[in-house]
Protein backbone atom coordinates (compact mmCIF):
# COMPACT_ATOMS: atom_id res chain seq x y z
CA UNK A 1 0.00 0.00 0.00
CA UNK A 2 0.92 3.36 -0.41
CA UNK A 3 3.54 4.77 2.43
CA UNK A 4 4.89 8.10 2.71
CA UNK A 5 7.72 8.68 5.94
CA UNK A 6 8.78 12.38 6.89
CA UNK A 7 11.77 12.98 8.07
CA UNK A 8 14.74 15.74 8.91
CA UNK A 9 12.51 17.81 11.64
CA UNK A 10 13.97 19.34 14.61
CA UNK A 11 14.57 22.28 16.69
CA UNK A 12 15.96 25.29 15.05
CA UNK A 13 17.01 28.55 15.92
CA UNK A 14 15.28 31.80 14.03
CA UNK A 15 16.91 32.56 10.70
CA UNK A 16 18.84 28.62 10.42
CA UNK A 17 17.79 25.90 7.94
CA UNK A 18 16.40 22.52 7.50
CA UNK A 19 15.77 19.97 5.33
CA UNK A 20 12.64 18.03 5.57
CA UNK A 21 12.35 14.20 3.09
CA UNK A 22 9.76 12.24 2.57
CA UNK A 23 10.72 8.66 1.31
CA UNK A 24 7.76 7.40 -0.81
CA UNK A 25 6.52 3.59 -1.65
CA UNK A 26 3.68 1.40 -2.75
CA UNK A 27 3.30 3.31 -5.89
CA UNK A 28 4.69 4.59 -8.68
CA UNK A 29 6.45 7.81 -7.38
CA UNK A 30 7.14 9.09 -10.84
CA UNK A 31 3.45 9.45 -11.98
CA UNK A 32 2.56 11.83 -9.49
CA UNK A 33 2.46 15.06 -8.10
CA UNK A 34 3.58 15.96 -4.29
CA UNK A 35 2.58 18.21 -2.04
CA UNK A 36 3.90 19.58 1.35
CA UNK A 37 1.48 20.86 3.74
CA UNK A 38 1.85 21.80 7.42
CA UNK A 39 -0.47 22.33 10.39
CA UNK A 40 0.76 25.03 13.27
CA UNK A 41 -0.39 23.77 16.90
CA UNK A 42 -4.40 24.51 17.58
CA UNK A 43 -4.41 24.94 13.57
CA UNK A 44 -5.87 23.48 10.48
CA UNK A 45 -4.09 22.40 7.55
CA UNK A 46 -1.89 24.76 5.56
CA UNK A 47 -0.67 24.34 1.91
CA UNK A 48 3.14 24.96 1.57
CA UNK A 49 4.04 23.81 -1.76
CA UNK A 50 3.41 21.43 -4.73
CA UNK A 51 5.53 19.76 -7.62
CA UNK A 52 4.86 18.06 -10.42
CA UNK A 53 5.79 14.01 -11.19
CA UNK A 54 8.67 15.41 -13.14
CA UNK A 55 9.89 18.14 -11.09
CA UNK A 56 10.06 20.56 -13.77
CA UNK A 57 7.27 23.13 -12.45
CA UNK A 58 6.58 24.10 -8.69
CA UNK A 59 4.11 26.31 -6.52
CA UNK A 60 4.53 27.70 -3.28
CA UNK A 61 2.43 29.32 -0.28
CA UNK A 62 3.05 33.36 -0.25
CA UNK A 63 4.27 32.59 3.31
CA UNK A 64 7.14 30.54 2.29
CA UNK A 65 8.03 31.85 -1.09
CA UNK A 66 11.92 32.51 -1.36
CA UNK A 67 12.65 30.93 1.63
CA UNK A 68 11.45 26.94 1.09
CA UNK A 69 12.70 24.70 -2.16
CA UNK A 70 10.77 21.59 -3.15
CA UNK A 71 12.18 19.28 -5.04
CA UNK A 72 12.09 16.03 -5.78
CA UNK A 73 14.29 12.22 -6.53
CA UNK A 74 12.33 9.94 -8.63
CA UNK A 75 15.21 7.27 -9.13
CA UNK A 76 15.46 7.41 -5.17
CA UNK A 77 11.43 7.79 -4.94
CA UNK A 78 12.10 10.95 -2.18
CA UNK A 79 10.59 13.83 -2.01
CA UNK A 80 12.22 16.94 -0.14
CA UNK A 81 11.79 20.06 1.43
CA UNK A 82 14.45 22.60 1.67
CA UNK A 83 13.73 25.67 4.22
CA UNK A 84 16.03 28.41 4.96
CA UNK A 85 15.63 31.45 7.02
CA UNK A 86 13.11 29.99 9.77
CA UNK A 87 10.98 31.59 11.78
CA UNK A 88 8.66 31.18 14.64
CA UNK A 89 5.99 31.33 12.71
CA UNK A 90 7.04 28.28 10.64
CA UNK A 91 6.51 25.96 13.69
CA UNK A 92 4.33 23.16 12.43
CA UNK A 93 3.71 19.74 11.72
CA UNK A 94 5.00 18.84 7.96
CA UNK A 95 3.24 16.05 5.94
CA UNK A 96 4.04 15.24 2.37
CA UNK A 97 1.20 14.08 0.71
CA UNK A 98 0.65 12.12 -2.67
CA UNK A 99 -1.59 13.75 -5.31
CA UNK A 100 -4.21 12.36 -7.70
CA UNK A 101 -2.93 13.16 -10.95
CA UNK A 102 0.66 14.04 -12.19
CA UNK A 103 0.42 17.66 -13.13
CA UNK A 104 -0.03 20.93 -10.90
CA UNK A 105 -1.74 24.60 -11.54
CA UNK A 106 -0.92 27.82 -10.62
CA UNK A 107 -3.42 27.86 -7.54
CA UNK A 108 -3.22 25.62 -4.75
CA UNK A 109 -4.73 22.33 -4.46
CA UNK A 110 -8.21 21.48 -4.08
CA UNK A 111 -9.02 19.08 -1.25
CA UNK A 112 -9.97 16.75 -3.28
CA UNK A 113 -6.62 16.59 -5.32
CA UNK A 114 -4.91 15.19 -2.42
CA UNK A 115 -5.00 10.81 -2.26
CA UNK A 116 -2.49 10.39 0.64
CA UNK A 117 -0.93 11.45 3.77
CA UNK A 118 2.35 10.75 5.63
CA UNK A 119 2.16 11.28 9.75
CA UNK A 120 4.00 14.49 9.65
CA UNK A 121 7.52 15.11 11.24
CA UNK A 122 7.57 18.43 13.59
CA UNK A 123 9.33 21.41 13.09
CA UNK A 124 10.04 24.08 16.36
CA UNK A 125 11.90 27.25 15.34
CA UNK A 126 12.70 28.68 18.46
CA UNK A 127 15.50 30.59 20.32
Known amino acids: QVQLVESGGGLVQPGGSLRLSCSAS????????MTWVRQAPGKGLDWVST????????TYADSVKGRFSISRDNAKNTLYLQMNSLTPEDTAVYLC????????????????????WGQGTQVTVSS
Open 97 to 116: TKMTSSTISILPPAAREYSN
Open 26 to 33: GFAFTNYA
Open 51 to 58: IDNVGRNT
